[in-house]
Nanobody, 126 residues
Framework: QVQLVESGGGLVQAGDSLRLSCVAS????????MGWFRQAPGLQREFVAG???????YYADSVKGRFTVSRDNAKNTMYLQMNSLKPEDTAVYYC????????????????????WGQGTQVTVSS
């Protein structure tokens, strides 16, 4: 079982930037892919970005060119740099860890992940 703790959310204005962090503990971080999802009120949880154990990166179309996902295996930490934020980016952001070591499939399905953080709120005002 892995524990995931997100931080870095907050209230910002449209056009501003935020960087989210997700610190993992409990298993070998470098062997597992990771993902970011978000959920706005009344909507389903949606994929934002993913990064495989080998560093391959995936983005939702809605955030391409604005968000950057990265990982630091030495710190057991994944990041999400969010630039040019829009009001529609407002949501609770969750990090997640893949359920299979060295997973190389589709990273945008919640079914890939078996461990989730508690979430961090991001609010973007217009």
């Amino acid at each position: 079982q892995v524990q995931l703790v997100e931080s870095g959310g907050g209230l910002v204005q449209a056009g501003d930037s935020l960087r989210l962090s997700c610190v993992a503990s409990g298993r070998t971080f470098s062997s597992y892919g990771m993902g970011w999802f978000r959920q706005a009120p009344g909507l389903q949880r949606e994929f934002v970005a993913g990064i495989s154990w080998s560093g391959t990166i995936y983005y939702a179309d809605s955030v391409k060119g604005r968000f950057t996902v990265s990982r630091d295996n030495a710190k057991n930490t994944m990041y999400l740099q969010m630039n040019s934020l829009k009001p529609e980016d407002t949501a609770v952001y969750y990090c997640a860890a893949a359920n299979t070591r060295y997973y190389s499939g589709n990273y945008n399905s919640p079914a890939v992940y078996d461990n989730w953080g508690q979430g961090t709120q991001v609010t973007v005002s217009s």
